[in-house]
């Protein structure tokens, strides 16, 4: 069984940083590529970041030169440093899981989703 679990969300201040990190299960993580994404208040689930198997990376044009997405496959876990933090920044995280090996940025692209973790982003 596949499975996804977000930790290291909480409350901040504005300008601050907190470090995501999805711990996979259930298939090879090192073929998969990997995707953040986020749902703030209101509004519908966006992209954030995603990593291809081969370390390749993408973000989304808010988040770029703040936000870092990185994997450690010899530990199932991708992991997302957040930086200088602003209140849009708050939503709940979703870590996602591709069953390919190239990144994406459409939701639809992939098969398996955690349950979230909570950011709050304080102004």
């Known amino acids: 069984q596949v499975q996804l679990v977000e930790s290291g969300g909480g409350l901040v201040q504005a300008g601050g940083s907190l470090r995501l990190s999805c711990a996979a299960s259930?298939?090879?993580?090192?073929?998969?590529?990997m995707g953040w994404f986020r749902q703030a208040p209101g509004k519908e689930r966006e992209f954030v970041a995603a990593?291809?198997?081969?370390?390749?990376?993408y973000y989304a044009a808010s988040v770029k030169g703040r936000f870092t997405i990185s994997r450690v496959n010899a530990k199932d876990t991708v992991d997302l440093q957040m930086n200088s933090l602003k209140p849009d920044d708050t939503a709940v995280y979703y870590c996602?899981?591709?069953?390919?090996?190239?990144?994406?940025?459409?939701?639809?692209?992939?098969?398996?989703w955690g349950k979230g973790t909570l950011v709050t982003v304080s102004s």
């Open positions: 259930g298939r090879t993580f090192s073929t998969d590529a």
């Open positions: 990593i291809a198997w081969s370390g390749g990376s």
């Open positions: 996602a899981r591709r069953v390919l090996p190239g990144l994406s940025t459409k939701q639809g692209d992939y098969s398996y």
